[in-house]
């Protein structure tokens, strides 16, 4: 039998535990933007904090900070939908917090490891404490068993109340992705002598974790999201899910092999992943475009004017669309043919793409997550724009945006004089370095990080405010 509960505001303890991981996400994302610029700084500088804070510590709390601070608001996104889309209470409520604290003194534990003992002997014990020396999985060996335990913990909960409760089509294709979410990440977990074979299995926690299982719970909680703040048709948006759910995993897979070209794996990969890798992000933009002109139709038809029930999080949901196709599909696609990969693999070109992707596929809807929970939480019918929500959203995408196009131009330099003319040598790569539109282009990308760390600022003054701003309105 279904437990009753209230959804128009937060009134149980899983939504509550949901707006704790939102708080430790959003400083971790400040953490993550202030790396950034110190990493940005030092490639113009290289001699900025030199044997102080290294520029390869900076970039390794920079990614590192960018993965955990939106594993934290996924899972606090999903304790906020959890008990709407099931209307049952969660599960095992003490177990969860248990484990967001043990969570959260792992990560800081972790950053202050990175910060102030940052490398070690090489050793077992430094695999152990210290670094495991893999891009983007740098976590040491008990944090990786940690963060593993902590998201079958949260698993456990959402599957288990999910069984006692309404089992919806939006929450059924998220039960399913987070065995997939949890399963892939096991594939980092272990190493191998042979860099090929260690490279291979590396690529499927980078690749498919982030760009399959990832993509799909973007999409969720898209469909959830746009019934909740416009009322869109569960009908609708669950039919693009499940096409989603369709393309990314076949696509996914495949495009998967776009990591593969140059590390010893056979050529056929060359044509597979270059295909497969741009159609990633279709089946989401359909799903907003489709949506939105049947909402629009349907209010026109009624003669009523159609209602955002909460305006910030609607802008970053369309940015979230939109973003998500330009970063992840576009800018991926510009360097993903092995014909024109040759050249830009590892340049630049990654960074801007890495850059724009994460934002916009993930970083975008993430914090309209956020803001529909401060909606909840204040318990408001309806939440307006107001100037500083305006500001964070302009000055953070005008940023993130900027930070592409100036890495961009700097991967283009790499790739016509480091690459074509100089032959790929070392003394290529320093010598590209060191020319007017490589530094310049790395000014521009420092610049643009300073315009975002500013949106950032007005963000988190908007999300500190915005509630008590709303309720004065509406009272």
Same mark, same amino acid.
């Given at each position: 039998?279904?437990?009753?509960?209230?959804?128009?505001?937060?009134?149980?303890?899983?939504?509550?535990?949901?707006?704790?991981?939102?708080?430790?996400?959003?400083?971790?994302?400040?953490?993550?933007?202030?790396?950034?610029?110190?990493?940005?700084?030092?490639? !113009? #500088?290289?001699?900025? @904090?030199?044997?102080?804070?290294?520029?390869?510590?900076?970039?390794? *709390?920079? /990614?590192?900070? %960018? $993965?955990?601070?939106?594993?934290?608001?996924?899972?606090?996104?999903?304790?906020?939908?959890?008990?709407?889309?099931?209307?049952?209470? !969660? #599960?095992?409520?003490? @177990?969860?917090?248990?484990?967001?604290?043990?969570?959260?003194?792992? *990560?800081? /534990?972790?950053? %202050? $490891?990175?910060?102030?003992?940052?490398?070690?002997?090489?050793?077992?014990?430094?695999?152990?404490?210290?670094?495991?020396?893999?891009?983007?999985?740098?976590?040491?060996?008990?944090?990786?068993?940690?963060?593993?335990?902590?998201?079958?913990?949260?698993?456990?909960?959402?599957?288990?109340?999910?069984?006692?409760?309404?089992?919806?089509?939006?929450?059924?294709?998220?039960?399913?992705?987070?065995?997939?979410?949890?399963?892939?990440?096991?594939?980092?977990?272990?190493?191998?002598?042979?860099?090929?074979?260690?490279?291979?299995?590396?690529?499927?926690?980078?690749?498919?974790?982030?760009?399959?299982?990832?993509?799909?719970?973007?999409?969720?909680?898209?469909?959830?999201?746009?019934?909740?703040?416009?009322?869109?048709?569960?009908?609708?948006?669950?039919?693009?899910?499940?096409?989603?759910?369709?393309?990314?995993?076949?696509?996914?897979?495949?495009?998967?092999?776009?990591?593969?070209?140059?590390?010893?794996?056979?050529?056929?990969?060359?044509?597979?992943?270059?295909?497969?890798?741009?159609?990633?992000?279709?089946?989401?933009?359909?799903?907003?475009?489709?949506?939105?002109?049947?909402?629009?139709?349907?209010?026109?038809?009624?003669?009523?004017?159609?209602?955002?029930?909460?305006?910030?999080?609607?802008?970053?949901?369309?940015?979230?669309?939109?973003?998500?196709?330009?970063?992840?599909?576009?800018?991926?696609?510009?360097?993903?043919?092995?014909?024109?990969?040759?050249?830009?693999?590892?340049?630049?070109?990654?960074?801007?793409?890495?850059?724009?992707?994460?934002?916009?596929?993930?970083?975008?809807?993430?914090?309209?997550?956020?803001?529909?929970?401060?909606?909840?939480?204040?318990?408001?019918?309806?939440?307006?724009?107001?100037?500083?929500?305006?500001?964070?959203?302009?000055?953070?995408?005008?940023?993130?945006?900027?930070?592409?196009?100036?890495?961009?131009?700097?991967?283009?330099?790499?790739?016509?004089?480091?690459?074509?003319?100089?032959?790929?040598?070392?003394?290529?790569?320093?010598?590209?370095?060191?020319?007017?539109?490589?530094?310049?282009?790395?000014?521009?990308?420092?610049?643009?990080?300073?315009?975002?760390?500013?949106?950032?600022?007005?963000?988190?003054?908007?999300?500190?405010?915005?509630?008590?701003?709303?309720?004065?309105?509406?009272?």
């Amino acid at each position: 039998m279904l437990t009753s509960i209230k959804t128009n505001s937060l009134t149980n303890e899983g939504q509550k535990l949901g707006m704790m991981y939102f708080r430790v996400a959003i400083v971790l994302f400040g953490a993550q933007l202030l790396m950034g610029l110190i990493a940005a700084i030092q490639f !113009i #500088v290289p001699g900025f @904090l030199f044997e102080v804070f290294d520029f390869s510590v900076a970039r390794m *709390v920079h /990614i590192n900070a %960018l $993965v955990v601070w939106m594993l934290y608001a996924m899972i606090g996104s999903v304790y906020l939908m959890l008990t709407d889309e099931t209307e049952h209470n !969660i #599960v095992a409520i003490g @177990l969860g917090k248990l484990a967001f604290w043990v969570l959260t003194a792992a *990560v800081a /534990i972790v950053v %202050l $490891v990175y910060i102030f003992i940052q490398v070690g002997s090489g050793s077992e014990s430094t695999i152990w404490f210290i670094n495991e020396g893999r891009e983007y999985l740098e976590a040491p060996r008990w944090a990786d068993i940690g963060i593993v335990v902590v998201v079958l913990i949260f698993y456990w909960n959402v599957f288990a109340t999910y069984m006692k409760g309404k089992k919806t089509g939006i929450m059924t294709v998220m039960v399913a992705n987070l065995m997939a979410l949890a399963g892939l990440y096991l594939a980092g977990m272990f190493f191998t002598d042979n860099i090929s074979m260690d490279q291979y299995w590396w690529w499927w926690v980078i690749h498919l974790w982030v760009e399959a299982t990832w993509e799909v719970f973007v999409g969720t909680l898209a469909a959830y999201a746009l019934i909740k703040i416009i009322d869109a048709k569960r009908e609708i948006v669950e039919m693009w899910l499940w096409i989603e759910v369709l393309m990314l995993f076949g696509s996914g897979i495949l495009g998967l092999g776009h990591h593969y070209f140059w590390i010893g794996t056979p050529e056929y990969w060359w044509e597979i992943g270059a295909l497969f890798s741009a159609l990633e992000p279709v089946p989401l933009i359909a799903m907003f475009v489709h949506v939105l002109y049947d909402w629009g139709k349907e209010q026109g038809i009624n003669g009523t004017k159609p209602a955002i029930k909460n305006g910030p999080a609607m802008a970053w949901l369309v940015t979230n669309a939109f973003g998500n196709f330009l970063g992840a599909g576009i800018w991926g696609f510009f360097h993903t043919l092995p014909q024109v990969n040759i050249y830009t693999h590892g340049s630049q070109f990654t960074a801007a793409h890495g850059h724009l992707a994460f934002f916009g596929a993930y970083a975008t809807i993430l914090i309209g997550m956020m803001y529909y929970g401060i909606q909840r939480s204040y318990g408001v019918e309806r939440m307006k724009a107001t100037f500083k929500s305006k500001m964070a959203i302009f000055l953070i995408t005008f940023g993130v945006l900027g930070m592409a196009v100036a890495l961009t131009i700097a991967g283009y330099e790499q790739v016509l004089v480091e690459r074509a003319e100089l032959g790929a040598t070392w003394n290529a790569f320093f010598t590209a370095q060191n020319l007017p539109w490589y530094i310049q282009a790395q000014i521009w990308r420092t610049i643009m990080g300073v315009v975002t760390f500013v949106g950032f600022i007005y963000l988190v003054w908007d999300l500190v405010t915005i509630g008590k701003e709303a309720q004065k309105e509406e009272a």
